[in-house]
Nanobody, 127 residues
Framework: QVQLVESGGGLVLPGGSLRLSCTAS????????IGWFRQAPGKEREGVSCISRSLGSTYYTDSVKGRFTIFRDVAKNTVYLQMNSLKPEDTAVYYC????????????????????WGQGTQVTVSS
């Protein structure tokens, strides 16, 4: 059974850091494109970052470039989202999602492209 589990969320001060984890069971994460999305109250779910299945190409939405880094640990079957210099506007529920195909710069942020989703983890950036 395919399952994705996110962890690592919490409450952090502005300027702080968090590392989110997306761990898979039932399949190998490096065979899938993995995306991170977030949804703030009253807003649409938006793509934050993605690491593709083939070459491991990475993509970021403009608002997090230079602050967030996506990477994977194949041995742990986990994809991470390292979030630095966090801002209050980063507050949201963060979800990871998986697709057994490659995505590119035009499609990685489209929710409907993904086949499997985790349950989400809350990130709150506040003083």
């Amino acid at each position: 059974q395919v399952q994705l589990v996110e962890s690592g969320g919490g409450l952090v001060l502005p300027g702080g850091s968090l590392r989110l984890s997306c761990t898979a069971s039932g399949f190998r994460l490096d065979y899938y494109t993995i995306g991170w999305f977030r949804q703030a109250p009253g807003k649409e779910r938006e793509g934050v970052s993605c690491i593709s299945r083939s070459l491991g190409s990475t993509y970021y939405t403009d608002s997090v470039k230079g602050r967030f880094t996506i990477f994977r640990d194949v041995a742990k079957n986990t994809v991470y989202l390292q979030m630095n210099s966090l801002k209050p506007e980063d507050t949201a529920v963060y979800y990871c999602a998986a697709k057994m195909a490659s995505l590119d710069g035009r499609t990685w942020y489209t929710r409907n492209e993904y086949d499997y989703w985790g349950q989400g983890t809350q990130v709150t950036v506040s003083s």
